[in-house]
């Protein structure tokens, strides 16, 4: 009696178990897993340090409304949130940044150079100065 006949199906029947096994614990981890932690409701952003001199950091949007960050070409959502955080809300701050400012807000944000290599000051700068007219 030759036993390869059976190895085929056999397989398939095991990496169909096994995909059926991945869908389940999947959709068990969706269901059950952690859940999100709620949104963070409005707060005013952390007070810049005295290291931060000359960054133009608020602790809330001048008017009560921030610009739309995500004008900037590299900027989304979540970093609009995240710059938010740390104390931009406009253009005009972004704009103002000189190298040292550049290199504390890389290291701040952990941005390795993100800054310069999407040019947000110059892209700020057009910004404002469009804005101007």
């Keep these: 009696m030759n036993p390869t006949p059976h190895i085929i199906p056999s397989a398939l029947l095991l990496l169909a178990a096994f995909?059926?096994?991945c869908v389940i614990g999947y959709l068990l981890k969706?269901?059950?897993?952690p859940k999100q932690a709620p949104a963070?409701?409005?707060e005013p952003a952390?007070?810049?340090d005295a290291n931060d001199a000359g960054l133009g950091l608020l602790s809330a949007p001048l008017e009560g409304r921030p610009d739309d960050l995500k004008k900037i070409k590299g900027v989304g959502p979540k970093l609009e949130a995240v710059l938010h955080e740390n104390g931009i809300y406009h253009f005009h701050q972004i704009a103002a940044w000189d190298e040292h400012a550049i290199a504390v807000?890389?290291?701040r944000l952990s941005f390795r150079g993100r800054i310069e290599r999407e040019r947000w000051v110059s892209q700020a700068?057009?910004?404002v100065r469009d804005e101007a007219h």
């Design 19 to 21: 995909l059926i096994g």
């Design 30 to 33: 969706r269901m059950l897993g």
């Design 40 to 42: 963070k409701t409005a």
């Design 46 to 48: 952390a007070v810049p």
């Design 105 to 107: 807000m890389n290291d």
């Design 125 to 127: 700068q057009a910004i």
